[in-house]
């Protein structure tokens, strides 16, 4: 079912990028290639994009600050990159996931990370002077299409979802949510005191191994 998903993606992708009218002549030829190509490529780009989903599902905030950190080492090539790189690539421009990412967090609740982690990317595009362009490989007329198809491919799934009191850093019961838990409680405690963070992991994970499972 996943496969037909994503096919049914490419095909609305392919039909938003069809012009009104076409001529049959060589420049036709060339820009229906384009069209192929840019589907083509979404069959990767969707598989990476419902990783990022399921992640952000199981884990909530921690998983957004971790994947942020983890995409963003803040060279150019994570906010831009030319249309032979994208071509065919197995994964979408960085900043693109986050940014699809952060607005995935916003509609679980989870409004204030996705907030901070977008104004970081926002001030680092900024100070580059990035212009925000895939070159036709997405335009924000696709992203209803992106959004159901990711969606529907987590129904298929039905990845565990993050509770509200995990994803606030409560202590839970044993089992995976209490790993969750304490993953989103150790970004908390880093942030409300850095120095002490280490004390802080070495107690959290005596506490996480001496659990009963």
């Given at each position: 079912?996943?496969?037909?998903?994503?096919?049914?993606?490419?095909?609305?992708?392919?039909?938003?990028?069809?012009?009104?009218?076409?001529?049959?002549?060589?420049?036709?030829?060339?820009?229906?290639?384009?069209?192929?190509?840019?589907?083509?490529?979404?069959?990767?780009?969707?598989?990476?994009?419902?990783?990022?989903?399921?992640?952000?599902?199981?884990?909530?905030?921690?998983?957004?600050?971790?994947?942020?950190?983890?995409?963003?080492?803040?060279?150019?090539?994570d906010f831009?990159?030319?249309?032979?790189?994208?071509?065919?690539?197995?994964?979408?421009?960085?900043?693109?996931?986050?940014?699809?990412?952060?607005?995935?967090?916003?509609?679980?609740?989870?409004?204030?990370?996705?907030?901070?982690?977008?104004?970081?990317?926002?001030?680092?595009?900024?100070?580059?002077?990035?212009?925000?362009?895939?070159?036709?490989?997405?335009?924000?007329?696709?992203?209803?299409?992106?959004?159901?198809?990711?969606?529907?491919?987590?129904?298929?799934?039905?990845?565990?979802?993050?509770?509200?009191?995990?994803?606030?850093?409560?202590?839970?019961?044993?089992?995976?949510?209490?790993?969750?838990?304490?993953?989103?409680?150790?970004?908390?405690?880093?942030?409300?005191?850095?120095?002490?963070?280490?004390?802080?992991?070495t107690a959290?994970?005596?506490?996480?191994?001496?659990?009963?499972?």
């Amino acid at each position: 079912m996943r496969e037909r998903l994503v096919r049914e993606l490419q095909r609305a992708i392919e039909d938003l990028l069809k012009p009104a009218a076409e001529r049959n002549d060589r420049h036709s030829a060339v820009k229906a290639a384009e069209r192929q190509a840019i589907a083509y490529t979404w069959y990767r780009w969707t598989q990476e994009l419902f990783c990022d989903a399921v992640g952000l599902t199981i884990g909530g905030p921690c998983f957004l600050r971790a994947f942020s950190g983890y995409l963003g080492t803040m060279e150019r090539g994570d906010f831009y990159r030319v249309p032979a790189d994208l071509r065919y690539s197995t994964h979408p421009v960085k900043w693109l996931r986050i940014k699809l990412l952060i607005e995935r967090a916003k509609g679980a609740g989870f409004c204030e990370v996705a907030q901070e982690v977008q104004e970081e990317w926002n001030a680092v595009a900024t100070t580059m002077s990035v212009t925000e362009d895939y070159h036709g490989f997405y335009d924000r007329s696709f992203e209803q299409w992106v959004l159901k198809a990711v969606n529907d491919m987590l129904v298929e799934a039905d990845p565990r979802s993050c509770s509200a009191d995990e994803a606030d850093g409560r202590q839970g019961a044993p089992g995976p949510g209490l790993i969750v838990s304490v993953l989103n409680r150790a970004w908390q405690a880093h942030g409300e005191d850095p120095e002490g963070y280490a004390a802080w992991e070495t107690a959290a994970i005596g506490e996480l191994l001496s659990a009963p499972i």
